[in-house]
C-alpha cells in the first residue's frame, strides 16, 4: 500500500508562486496515477490537474489551465504542482492522490490513496 504525503503550502500575495511536493512510499514501485484536489471551505472538492506516470500524459481544468502545471521525479517517487499567478480564489487544503489504474479521472472517487493534505493561503 502506498503512502503520500504533502507539503509546500502557506501564506502567499496574490501574483505569487507556490510549488506543493507529493511524496509517495511504502509501496511505489509500480504505475501509478497521481492527481490533485482541492477543497475550499464550504465549497466541492475540484480536480486540478492529473499525470500519469507511465506515460506522461496530463490533465488540467479549465479553471486552473496555464497557471499550474503537473510534472515528475519519478526517481524520487514525487510529484509536483507547480501553481503560479495564484489567485485568492486558490485557497484551499491541496490533496494528492493516487491510483494504480492509468487513465486520469476528475472524480475523487477514482483514486484509492490519498495525503493528508497541505494549506495553500492567497491573500488579496
Known amino acids: 500500500q502506498v503512502q503520500l504525503v504533502e507539503s509546500g503550502g502557506g501564506l502567499v500575495a496574490a501574483g505569487a508562486s507556490l510549488r506543493l511536493s507529493c511524496v509517495a512510499s511504502?509501496?511505489?514501485?509500480?504505475?501509478?496515477?497521481v492527481a490533485w484536489f482541492r477543497q475550499a471551505a464550504g465549497k466541492e472538492r475540484e480536480f486540478v490537474g492529473g499525470?500519469?506516470?507511465?506515460?506522461?500524459?496530463?490533465s488540467y481544468p479549465s479553471t486552473v489551465k496555464g497557471r499550474f502545471t503537473i510534472f515528475r521525479e519519478n526517481a524520487k517517487n514525487t510529484v509536483y504542482l507547480q501553481m503560479n499567478n495564484l489567485k485568492p480564489e486558490d485557497t484551499a487544503v491541496y490533496h494528492c492522490?493516487?491510483?494504480?489504474?492509468?487513465?486520469?479521472?476528475?472524480?475523487?472517487?477514482?483514486?484509492?490513496?490519498w495525503g493528508q493534505g497541505t494549506q495553500v493561503t492567497v491573500s488579496s
Open positions: 499525470i500519469s506516470w507511465s506515460s506522461g500524459i496530463l
Open positions: 492522490a493516487a491510483t494504480k489504474a492509468w487513465i486520469i479521472r476528475s472524480s475523487s472517487d477514482a483514486y484509492d490513496f
Open positions: 511504502g509501496g511505489a514501485f509500480g504505475t501509478y496515477t
